[in-house]
């Protein structure tokens, strides 16, 4: 049985219009990996769901070619949408303080997101925009080989690992995708919705428990 990496491989030579591959003798060379751009190229061109229809810009995600961390959010929002880069907006800049204060930066890290394209309103992306996009973020996590996937919110985490479970059950533990680990957490604008301040006080120590625990995985 083939992997599933091999497999979101083989759908990404699909997309590009490749009908076979030659295979090569063994002991020759061979290419260990698909070339980032070249992903992101076909993403900024996709067609494969009803959102390029109402897109300014996809918004592929950016940072280091081989982070030690691989944070993921839903979608892009009106900002990110407008200027074609992830995070941007305020829960952009709090997510930018939060990983400074990890000890890393935005290209240190990689920054993306479940479906590349906005979902009018930003609503939740739904299935088959899901469906559509998915494989493109598996493409790169291959690509990537991050050493920890952090979630940021209830949608990252269910349509990346395929569950249905409230965020507030899931953070706190520790889940597996392709043998990384996966840290559930809330997403920032989680935060910014918060009123009072013991309630935004509580949720940035939750958010900051589980980035001490990312950083715990790292240095080990």
Not at 114 to 124: A, E, F, L, S, W
Not at 145 to 164: E, F, H, S, T, Y
Not at 169 to 181: K, L
Not at 185 to 190: E, G, K, V
């Amino acid at each position: 049985m083939a992997s599933p990496a091999l497999v979101e491989w083989l759908r990404y030579y699909k997309d590009l219009g490749v009908d076979c591959l030659a295979v090569p003798k063994v002991g020759a060379s061979t290419p260990t990996q698909v070339n980032l751009e070249e992903l992101h190229r076909q993403i900024m061109k996709c067609k494969r769901c009803p959102l390029h229809r109402t897109r300014q810009n996809a918004v592929p995600g950016e940072g280091a070619k081989r982070p030690a961390i691989l944070f993921i959010g839903e979608g892009p929002g009106e900002q990110e949408d407008r200027v074609g880069r992830p995070f941007v907006g305020k829960a952009g800049q709090l997510l930018d303080r939060m990983i400074e204060r990890m000890g890393h930066s935005r290209e240190s890290v990689f920054i993306g997101n479940i479906v590349k394209c906005r979902p009018p309103g930003n609503r939740d992306p739904n299935t088959e925009e899901v469906s559509a996009c998915l494989p493109y973020l598996k493409t790169q996590i291959a690509l990537l080989r991050p050493r920890i996937i952090v979630c940021l919110g209830k949608v990252a985490v269910n349509r990346l690992l395929d569950m249905d479970t409230p965020i507030s059950r899931m953070r706190g533990r520790v889940f597996s995708f392709e043998g990384i680990p996966v840290i559930p957490t809330y997403h920032p604008s989680y935060i910014l919705h918060q009123r009072g301040r013991e309630a935004v006080s509580r949720a940035k120590w939750e958010v900051w428990a589980d980035m001490q625990e990312v950083l715990k995985r790292i240095e080990s």
